[in-house]
């Protein structure tokens, strides 16, 4: 079996670079080639923290708020709780056009006589 040649680079280390590269202190190039990695990999990297960076600083309510979830949970919570009432609506009305139903040779006719 033949091992890959790629090192894997510590986290730690990964962090170093982006840093580096978004300080200005040095370009993607140079960091790649520091590390021996492609530019695209630093890209990679950076990109992959600044998402984290945004997902980890979205709002989210402190308190007995925020133990509830993220936003997303929060929203499809909202929606799962529509959802079940739409649902509940739609039984009851279910259940009274089937009694209706029932009860419909019981009514005379508007063209039947008395």
Known sequence: MARSRR???PVADKVW??????AGEMSAAEA????AVSTASVGKWKQAFLEAGTK????VPSGPAGA???PEQRRLRMEN????LA???ATVQLRVWQHGAALVDQV???TSKP
């Open 56 to 59: 980890a600083l979205d709002e």
């Open 87 to 89: 649902l509940a609506e």
């Open 7 to 9: 090192l894997k680079i």
């Open 68 to 70: 509830q979830g993220a």
């Open 17 to 22: 670079v982006v840093l580096s590269v978004l």
């Open 32 to 35: 790649a080639r520091r590390r």
């Open 108 to 110: 005379p006719s508007l």
């Open 81 to 84: 709780e529509q959802l079940k």
